[in-house]
């Protein structure tokens, strides 16, 4: 994400005020498939027992349900890793998509009052949160992304990715950027889409490519071809089911942008709950977390055009992908909220 001032209660990772083509609809989240996490149950049924009653008229404005939301996520002890990174953050998110609200919007109407119905709504999305620990993407069926709202449910993982920041800090065609020119990329693969947001971030900085976006998971495509629909994309954006490059026959393109799973073993031990109500397809990347990232590496140069590159985010990886590939000239990209865990390298060098 390009840097930006940002709001000091709606503050969130992937955050920027931009107009969005169209209003994001809520749905109904599907019941849970085989293969998917286990769902957090105990804790849930504890907290829905613990939880505070409060009578009308106690809460008031739009801060007030933020304090109170923040001090109930303290309490239960929530984590936070779903596109707001502190529960200060994640509350103003919840209350101003409950009243329909951008999260740009909170500082302008923090001290405006709600109804009684607005505070019926409110309470209950607050109580869900804690009660159930789902993360709050899949509990109003949104999520941000440089300020645009997408679709979101739990056929997906819930899009956090630092490509979209990168994507406009580092390929904005001014000084330091890693292509000359945005308009003359003609075509961008989307390696693992998931929910389809950054092929859709991809189609606004680079506004005359085409785009090929591919996930294994039928159920993933579903919500990314919703998401395609929403921004009216569909002349320009191609999903396609398959295993990596397996869909594309012998096609190039002239940058590749990538966000597979890459978790490890350690680190599936330790997902926090709200994690684990996410597609664990979405997550697992082998015992050291770099099964698809060698993969990727060691075919995408037959897939990108001479003056192409790739754009990869490895998470923790850094040193496994250094030690297995020592000779690779791997440029680590950071952003506001992340170092080292995105790297790009020219097609010339792979």
């Known amino acids: ?59 008031r404005t739009l801060f007030d349900f933020v304090r109170y939301a923040v001090s109930r ?42 109804t009684a119905a607005e505070a019926e709504q409110l309470l209950e999305v607050i109580q869900r949160r804690v009660t159930t620990r789902k993360p709050a993407a899949y509990l109003v069926n949104k999520a941000y992304m440089l300020g645009l709202p ?46 389809g947001c950054l092929a859709v971030l991809a189609s606004q900085r680079f506004p005359n490519a085409r785009i090929d976006a591919v996930d294994l998971s039928p159920d993933a495509l579903e919500v990314a071809a919703h998401n395609i629909d929403i921004y009216q994309l569909d002349d320009r954006v191609t999903l396609l089911q398959g295993d990596l490059f397996a869909p594309l026959g012998d096609a190039r393109y002239d940058l590749i942008i990538s966000n597979p799973p890459y ?37 995408a140069k037959q897939h990108l055009t001479p003056q192409g590159g790739l754009l990869c985010e490895i998470g923790r990886g850094r040193d496994n992908i250094e030690a297995a590939f020592p000779d690779l000239p791997l440029l680590w990209l950071d952003t506001e909220e992340s170092e080292a865990e995105v790297f790009w390298i020219a097609a010339v060098d792979l």
């Open 1 to 59: 994400m390009a840097k930006m001032k940002k709001s000091k209660m709606a503050r969130a990772k992937t955050t920027k005020a931009t107009t969005a083509k169209a209003k994001v609809g809520k749905a109904k989240a599907p019941k849970a498939k085989a293969g998917q996490a286990a769902k957090p149950a105990a804790k849930s049924r504890e907290a829905a027992a613990a939880f505070p009653k409060v009578a009308p008229g106690e809460l």
């Open 150 to 195: 997408f679709y979101i449910d739990e056929r997906v993982i819930v899009p956090r990715s630092f490509i979209g920041e990168i994507l406009g800090s580092h390929f904005d065609g001014g000084d330091g950027s890693l292509i000359e020119d945005p308009e003359a990329v003609e075509s961008v693969l989307d390696l693992c889409t998931g929910s």
């Open 73 to 114: 996520f303290a309490e239960a002890d929530l984590a936070f890793a779903h596109g707001t990174t502190d529960p200060v953050a994640e509350a103003a998110f919840l209350v101003c998509d409950t009243l329909n609200l951008h999260p740009d919007q909170f500082d302008i109407f923090a001290m405006a009052r709600v």
């Open 263 to 299: 978790v490890d073993d350690e680190g599936m031990d330790d997902l926090p709950d709200e994690c684990r109500y996410e597609p664990e397809l979405a997550f697992y990347g082998g015992a050291d977390g770099l099964d698809l990232v060698r993969r990727i590496l060691a075919e």
